[in-house]
């Protein structure tokens, strides 16, 4: 998955509208997410999250939105191989304070215009997943490391980054025949 555009506004301490076109940071090829503590490094991570997934895992419930705010919304752009071809899509998802409500809308880009490919939040869930291929609980653990771990997996002993990789990817089931 390529991120292409980031959206939001009213998530964290984010009140005002605020946008961020990846395309500038991939021209060089990888890039990373750098800042002091409390400038909303996790808040841009929570987004994709929020976006593809309809959640935010350090949130409970709506306690996302800005304490000023009555609503927060994302929208992501993102690119994935899907059925063998490179696909563009929009999720764009809002949730209300009132009531904890939630809209998602799901686009897929074709011949320069937006065409609508689910609206409702468990039309466009049901949706990503498929596109994206992974759950919630797979993307968080494979795509957006926890944070720490990987200062954690840097500093380990070869040993030590064997069972830490094991452990974020799920592979202590399979046991010592890994290791063989």
């Known amino acids: 998955m390529k991120p292409i555009y980031l959206e939001f506004c009213g998530i964290n301490s984010f009140s005002e509208k605020t946008e961020i076109d990846f395309r500038a940071l991939l021209s060089g090829g990888v890039f990373g997410i750098f ?22 895992e350090r949130s409970n419930g709506g306690d996302f939105i800005h ?37 998602a809308q ?28 992974l759950t919630f609980a797979d993307f968080k653990t494979c795509i957006a490391l926890p944070q720490g771990d990987f200062a954690a997996l840097v500093k380990s002993t070869p040993s030590e980054r064997i069972k830490l990789v094991s452990r974020l990817f799920d592979l202590e089931k399979y046991g010592e025949r890994l290791f063989k």
């Open 35 to 56: 800042g002091d503590t409390g400038s909303g490094k996790s808040t841009i991570l929570d987004c994709i999250h929020l976006a593809l997934y309809g959640q935010i």
């Open 67 to 103: 304490y000023g705010a009555d609503s927060a919304y994302v929208a992501f752009d993102f690119e994935i191989v899907a059925d063998g071809t490179r696909r563009t899509f929009r999720v764009r998802r809002e949730r209300r304070r009132k009531n904890n409500t939630a809209k």
């Open 106 to 133: 799901l686009y897929e880009q074709k011949d320069g215009a937006w065409l609508a490919l689910a609206d409702g939040t468990r039309e466009v869930n049901d949706a990503l997943e498929k596109i994206i291929g």
